[in-house]
T-cell receptor
């Protein structure tokens, strides 16, 4: 079965430090996409970063980078220089070609708390 | 604001009543999705539209749920005879349809439903 696993229910980090949020996935597809979303308490799912299965380089978007290890089927999110506003739920998600890439499969999420 | 817009943001209803949520997607997006998110979980796919056609429905979408997108623009999600188990956040999302895994799906702020 296609599945996303986030093993860290909660993480704490000191402001200005870097933090890594873990994500592993299970799929037999060759082509797929991996996404990270941030969900603050307001509820909106905010797109952070995308990695395609054929991309040779790790994706980066500002302070966010994705540590993609295809053989290990992991797609960890690295947040550098954490800020207080980074405190939120973070979800890893996978998009598969089945049905034309029409849906995302989400993990259970990791709650990140940034301390001053 | 050109993002995905949902309303109402919060709805409290008595068991057995009907409720309807509305979603306005990003204007140029032809795909529209509905997800449901319960506390402590990641969002789960419910259904999606390409233009006005509803192309896929999850088994989570019971007969009491109906979604429409009559003119290929906004969409409504109606829940009839609500049950306490329907209490959740209902997220709407939209994207372009290009058959690529990298096409970002953008989410709205969600509609919280509480059934009492």
């Amino acid at each position: 079965a296609q599945k996303i696993t986030q093993t860290q229910p909660g993480m704490f980090v000191q402001e200005k430090e870097a933090v890594t949020l873990d994500c592993t996935y299970d799929t037999s597809d060759q082509s797929y996409g991996l996404f990270w979303y941030k969900q603050p308490s307001s509820g909106e799912m905010i797109f952070l970063i995308y990695q395609g299965s054929y991309d040779e380089q790790n994706a980066t978007e500002g302070r966010y980078s994705l540590n993609f290890q295809k053989a290990r089927k992991s797609a960890n999110l690295v947040i550098s220089a954490s800020q207080l506003g980074d405190s939120a739920m973070y979800f890893c998600a996978m998009r598969r070609p089945s049905g034309g890439y029409n849906k995302l499969i989400f993990g259970a999420g990791t709650r990140l708390a940034v301390h001053p | 604001d050109t993002g995905v817009s949902q309303n109402p943001r919060h709805k409290i209803t008595k068991r057995g009543q009907n409720v309807t949520f509305r979603c306005d997607p990003i204007s140029e997006h032809n795909r529209l999705y509905w997800y449901r998110q319960t506390l402590g979980q990641g969002p789960e796919f419910l259904t999606y539209f390409q233009n006005e056609a509803q192309l896929e429905k999850s088994r989570l979408l019971s007969d009491r749920f109906s979604a429409e997108r009559p003119k290929g623009s906004f969409s409504t999600l109606e829940i009839q005879r609500t049950e306490q188990g329907d209490s959740a956040m209902y997220l709407c999302a939209s994207s372009l349809a290009t058959g690529s895994s990298g096409n970002t799906i953008y989410f709205g702020e969600g509609s919280w439903l509480t059934v009492v």
